[in-house]
T-cell receptor
Framework: AQRVTQPEKLLSVFKGAPVELKCNYS??????LFWYVQYSRQRLQLLLR??SRESIKGFTADLNKGETSFHLKKPFAQEEDSAMYYC???????????????FGTGTQLKVEL | KAGVTQTPRYLIKTRGQQVTLSCSPI?????VSWYQQTPGQGLQFLFE???????NKGNFPGRFSGRQFSNSRSEMNVSTLELGDSALYLC?????????????FGPGTRLTVL
């Protein structure tokens, strides 16, 4: 079974402070991990995926297989980062392919001035 | 390109009724997935369709079903509605060239069961 855990429902930080959104996963195979973000009144959208190893909007996430974690980090929070963040894992269906995301419960990030 | 569209945006039904939701994917996308989002359970995968065939399925009862048409548009149906089916139903589309491809989400259909 695959599972994604985001322990914090709400994370409140001040502008300019570092941000770390935690994500742990459980998966028997080789995982593919993602962070999705939902800004107020907008659609859910992909922020980044671990295989890309890129920084998007200043955010990075490193897959740590030993700790089964995929934490999202940003050194300096901005007001526009306030949003709901979901960690997700791509599991493979019976056919071994396809799109099937298992989401965590999400963390609401609030950046205060 | 136009994004994923879902109709209707809002629905109110009563227990025991059935409902059909529609999703139009981004042009050229052949994979359509459906998710249920509730405050208690979060986002849960329902099923995925690709080339008119169900490719993956989540852990939902048989009351939840779907289909995909030759133009990749998809519908999902929920029969014998229960109060617990009240949720935001999201549709996502993607291309499919092997492995996982980025899913683009629609705005969702808000279903309320009274």
């Amino acid at each position: 079974a695959q599972r994604v855990t985001q322990p914090e429902k709400l994370l409140s930080v001040f502008k300019g402070a570092p941000v770390e959104l935690k994500c742990n996963y459980s998966y028997s195979g080789s995982p593919e991990l993602f962070w999705y973000v939902q800004y107020s009144r907008q659609r859910l959208q992909l922020l980044l995926r671990h295989i890309s190893r890129e920084s998007i909007k200043g955010f990075t996430a490193d897959l740590n297989k030993g700790e089964t974690s995929f934490h999202l980090k940003k050194p300096f929070a901005q007001e526009e980062d306030s949003a709901m963040y979901y960690c997700a894992l791509s599991g493979h269906g019976v056919t071994g392919g396809g799109n099937k995301l298992t989401f965590g419960t999400g963390t609401q990030l609030k950046v205060e001035l | 390109k136009a994004g994923v569209t879902q109709t209707p945006r809002y629905l109110i039904k009563t227990r025991g009724q059935q409902v059909t939701l529609s999703c139009s994917p981004i042009s050229g996308h052949r994979s359509v997935s459906w998710y249920q989002q509730t405050p208690g359970q979060g986002l849960q995968f329902l099923f995925e369709y690709f080339s008119e065939t169900q490719r993956n399925k989540g852990n939902f009862p048989g009351r939840f079903s779907g289909r995909q048409f030759s133009n990749s548009r998809s519908e999902m149906n929920v029969s014998t509605l229960e109060l617990g089916d009240s949720a935001l139903y999201l549709c996502a589309s993607s291309t499919q060239t092997g492995g996982y491809n980025e899913q683009f989400f629609g705005p969702g259909t808000r279903l309320t069961v009274l």
